[in-house]
């Protein structure tokens, strides 16, 4: 297992985050083998949300950190102020709320990674900046970050920061993979573009990339006839995607892999820090990306498989 650091944490945090949005109660015994599993092979950071499984994957995750007594160990993920039905909830309120019940379903005093799960542009980004300090100043949170906002914004946020002795952001959790997103696959969403990629790159600034597989796009499950799946036909299905698909495959018959893989691994040779949500729910599936994530791409490589170059 690789590991990368974020500013705001003194443990190293490894690249591969296990996705926790299946941990329901009624199936903890998976959850907590999936766990165990995915620690055995040296992975320590997972990914959750307050508003995952309607707050069950955090009350999920808060038991299994109580029977393993193993809190130490890991590095959580959590998210809060994501919008509901009546708009965006970018507040001191619903921040506040969202982070209080989270502490308390995860069975925690701290959480090692917070992230505003989405934007409200209209919120001064300084603002922001001023009520998450709140909670790193008392320990409550290690280091701040957000999911789904673009990179001005942080911009935007970090100057206000540093203007302001105060800690900005450390990371961000845009989807960013091989298959390019047509349109986003929730509202809000925000994928990693080639603009967004250049400024990870200029800053060596952490990407902690959801969908980092395009949802099983390059499975082999999926073709251009194969049109059962309506959420990725929408998102994910597009001539260049094919394409990359297919380069995906020639250069896993080169290098004795599978296609899958060297989509995992296009996420995790990025010329800036990365790690790879993974929905792995299986000891296949996580052996599978346990061996992608050691892959080594080179820039050719990205850039034939990302279509920038024509010949490898």
Excluded at 166 to 188: D, I, M, Q, V
């Amino acid at each position: 297992m690789e590991y990368i650091t974020v500013e705001g944490l003194q443990k190293p945090i490894s690249r591969l985050m296990k996705g926790t949005d299946y941990f329901f109660h009624d199936s903890y015994d998976k959850a907590a083998a999936n766990m165990d599993a995915f620690l055995a092979i040296g992975g320590n950071s997972l990914d959750s949300a307050h508003i995952y499984c309607g707050g069950q994957s955090e009350e999920v995750i808060g038991r299994y950190m109580q029977e393993r007594g193993n809190r130490d160990q890991l590095i959580i993920l959590t998210k809060g102020a994501h919008h509901d039905q009546n708009g965006p909830r970018v507040t001191e309120k619903d921040i506040r709320h969202d982070l209080t019940t989270s502490l308390a379903r995860l069975q925690t005093d701290y959480i090692d990674l917070y992230a505003l799960h989405r934007d409200d542009p209209n919120v001064p980004a300084g603002e922001v900046i001023e009520i998450l300090n709140e909670y790193v100043k008392s320990g409550t949170v290690g280091a701040i970050g957000v999911s789904n906002w673009t990179w001005k914004r942080i911009k935007e946020a970090n100057e206000y920061a540093a203007a302001h002795q105060l800690r900005g952001f450390t990371f961000s959790s845009p989807n960013l993979s091989l298959a390019k997103a047509n349109e986003p696959f929730w509202a809000g969403c925000v994928s990693a573009d080639t603009e967004t990629c250049a400024w990870h790159e200029k800053e060596q600034f952490p990407l902690f990339s959801w969908s980092s597989q395009a949802r099983g796009f390059f499975t082999g499950r999926f073709s251009p006839e194969v049109r059962d799946n309506a959420d990725l036909v929408r998102v994910f299905y597009s001539d260049a995607n094919w394409e990359r698909l297919e380069r995906a495959k020639q250069l896993a018959s080169l290098k004795n892999v599978t296609a899958i893989q060297i989509a995992l691994a296009y996420v995790l040779n990025q010329p800036f820090p990365t790690c790879a949500l993974i929905g792995a729910q299986s000891a296949a599936e996580l052996h599978s990306c346990d061996e992608g994530s050691l892959i080594h791409l080179t820039k050719e490589e990205l850039d034939w498989l990302d279509l920038t170059v024509d010949k490898l």
